[in-house]
């Protein structure tokens, strides 16, 4: 995809790359510290019944490492590194390839999203975009390189190991800029859902209903962050190149729940997905796609 939005003077940009054991979090100690440092995101989207389950795990297994990366799974999970900052947004973001890429993606859906919401009649608000590297910290508690990349609505901050990246291509099979470009734009997704209300409205169902009920509603949520991110692509179909709607469709099937618990675990259970099967999250991002059109992203309305 030909993306060359970013300006070092439009853009939110944080970098924690080189700043070591991500705060009082600590590194390198598994599932223990993720999901101790999680336990606030946790609480705030499962409720206190979340908390408590999260306690059991620990206390019965001892720490799980890689419970749960924010936008694939628990098999997406981005190797520990070591890497230095930027000193400002411009060295920040070309700091690597991939943080090139990055800046680019992050540009150009919040260019695009400002455009949608003003269109609308809507407020919009820019999000940012953190790198980190191994263990950070966000206004969610830990980010650590298990998570993947993830949005804290606290903050509202996209959070992203850029060694994800490298992982996505060798272990998951999803290579090509498109493929980068739909894991930002799905996590910008996030951030247009906060902006408008449905994370909020997704949270209190999931405290009022049972665990399947919430991962349910999980589901739904991911999906229609699918969704946006065809949405996005749409809006720069004359920059798609041959190649990228197929990237993004296989990025969309490696991180599907039904296929990586079949890789982890040799079995499917679907009331535990919480971001969508192979299949849906494809049907979601193709739907953004081939309609441009938020309105058409309605993943609670009907069957998925």
């Known amino acids: 995809m ?30 223990g510290g993720l999901l101790l440092g999680l ?12 908390i408590v389950v999260v306690l059991i795990l620990l206390a019965v297994f001892g720490g799980l490492g890689n419970l749960g990366s924010m936008f694939g799974g628990s098999q997406v999970s981005a190797p520990a590194t070591t890497q230095r900052a930027g000193t400002d947004v411009a060295t920040s973001c070309n700091l690597t390839p991939q943080s090139k890429a990055a800046c680019n993606a992050f540009q150009s859906a919040e260019n695009t999203w400002e455009a949608l919401f003003k269109r609308g009649g809507k407020q919009f608000q820019e999000p940012k975009l953190v790198f980190y590297g191994g263990d950070g910290r966000s206004g969610c508690g830990a980010a650590q390189s298990a998570m993947g990349p993830f949005y804290c609505p606290t903050d509202q901050g996209i959070y992203l190991d850029t060694s994800f990246f490298d992982e996505l291509a060798t272990k998951f099979g999803a290579k090509g800029d498109f493929a980068q470009d739909y894991v930002i734009a799905h996590e910008f997704g996030h951030h247009i859902q906060n902006l408008l209300g449905t994370s909020d409205q997704v949270q209190q169902a999931q405290r009022r209903g049972s665990e399947t009920e919430g991962n349910a509603a999980s589901v739904r949520l991911e999906l229609q962050a699918d969704c946006y991110a065809g949405v996005w692509a749409a809006a720069n179909r004359d920059r798609m190149e041959p190649g990228d709607l197929q990237e993004g469709l296989t990025a969309a099937q490696a991180i599907g729940d039904d296929t990586l618990q079949k890789q982890s675990q040799g079995r499917v259970v679907p009331d535990s997905f919480t971001h969508g099967s192979s299949a849906d999250r494809m049907k979601w991002l193709k739907r953004g796609i081939d309609t441009g059109d938020p309105a058409q992203c309605d993943t609670f309305a009907g069957a998925i």
């Open 2 to 31: 030909r993306l060359d939005d970013f300006d070092p003077n439009d853009i939110n940009v944080e970098d924690q790359r080189g700043q070591g054991g991500g705060g009082g979090f600590g590194g390198g100690g598994g599932g």
């Open 39 to 50: 336990l606030p995101m946790i609480g705030s989207r499962f409720g206190c019944g979340g």
